[in-house]
C-alpha cells in the first residue's frame, strides 16, 4: 500500500483524430489500459464508450496513431479533510 503523498504508476494517454465525428483515446493507466471511442459534443453532451484492452496493445497503438505529443501524468494520493483524493 502507498503512503501519503507516494506517486502511482504512471498514466500515459493519447488521442487519434480519424475525422469530425470524434475521437479515440487510448489511456494506460499502469498495468491496465483502455481504449476510449467519443462521439461528436452535442451541446455538453457525447456518447462515449470505454474497453479495456491488453497494455501491449495501448503502447503499440500510443507509438503508432496517436497524436504527439503523449500526455504523461504521474497522480499522487493527497490525504486530510475528507476521503482520499487524486490529483494529477
Known sequence: ME??????????S???RPGPN???????AGEQAFITFKGPRQD?????YEYPIPVDDAEELLRLFCEKPLVEKTRHEVHGEGSGKSTS
Open 44 to 48: 455538453t453532451a457525447r456518447a462515449e
Open 3 to 12: 503512503g501519503p503523498g507516494e506517486a502511482r504508476p504512471p498514466f500515459l
Open 22 to 28: 470524434g475521437k479515440v483515446r487510448i489511456r494506460r
Open 14 to 16: 493519447g488521442t487519434h
